[in-house]
């Protein structure tokens, strides 16, 4: 879901669980809430629609730039390990 709402333009509202808390925060790109806190999920829509909470601008969330970057460095990865286990197979 972050993905999509990354190629939508669309702030990202998710709790602060692992590769998704760090992606919101590391990218600037949305807000965190603690997770199964609904008192927490509630304060930080109130938060939100007061605009005590701005919505990250998403202008350079999902430059194509950055992905293209992106998939260019799953690819060296998924090619060096690939390498290094047809070295351990011969």
Known sequence: MIQE???ARRPILCSAIGGMAER???GGVGVTFQPG???DLARTLVAIITGRIV???MTAAYAPDAEQAR???YVS???TALAAGH???E
């Open 87 to 89: 070295a351990l197979a």
């Open 77 to 79: 990865v998924f090619a």
């Open 37 to 39: 806190s609904a008192v």
């Open 71 to 73: 998939v260019t460095h």
């Open 5 to 7: 709402a990354l190629v």
């Open 24 to 26: 919101v925060a590391d």
């Open 55 to 57: 919505a990250p601008d």
